[in-house]
């Protein structure tokens, strides 16, 4: 089975809900469990969210196309945008020991993101950011920031 689909939306907050049915159903329809479905959807909610809030900087002008594709081994998801550049290796690891009350708020995205998935990947260039999360099917359930 290897499927594809692609769809854009446009980079608002509002979009959201629409960007996490449309992954959902895709993972549903991949034959990936409810949990796997869960992770990628909530990466996926992640790497939006802040392409809408700093790639864009809550312009409402921007766009985000995702790309789905499923095969027997693994899902993809790739979300392209047009936003200022940010390659997620650059995002500053959180200090996971330190007393809740004293980190600052935010900063835990990206580690979020990677505890969701198998593998993050980043590229940019004149067509923009693309960001493609891996999730492999069938291996060890990665569902959370490790």
């Known amino acids: ?5 692609a769809v ?8 959201l809900s629409d960007i996490r049915s ?6 549903r ?8 479905c869960h992770a990628v959807v909530l990466a996926v909610d992640e790497i939006c969210t802040n392409v809408i809030e700093h790639g864009y900087e809550g312009r409402d002008d921007g766009d985000l196309r ?15 945008d047009r936003g200022r550049v940010f390659d997620p290796a650059d995002a500053p690891r959180p200090d996971l020991d330190a007393d809740w009350r004293e980190r600052p708020i935010g ?19 004149d067509s923009g950011n693309e960001v493609t ?13 490790t």
């Open 8 to 15: 854009t939306f446009r980079a608002t907050l509002d979009s």
């Open 29 to 36: 329809r991949a034959g990936a469990s409810a949990e796997m």
């Open 1 to 5: 089975m290897n499927t594809s689909n």
């Open 22 to 27: 449309f992954v959902d159903r895709r993972c």
């Open 107 to 125: 900063g835990l995205g990206w580690h979020l993101v990677r505890g969701m998935v198998d593998d993050v990947r980043y590229a940019s260039g």
């Open 133 to 145: 999360l891996v999730k492999r099917i069938g291996a060890r359930q990665k569902t959370g920031a």
């Open 66 to 80: 995702l790309r789905f594709e499923a095969s027997r081994d693994e899902i993809r998801v790739i979300v392209l």
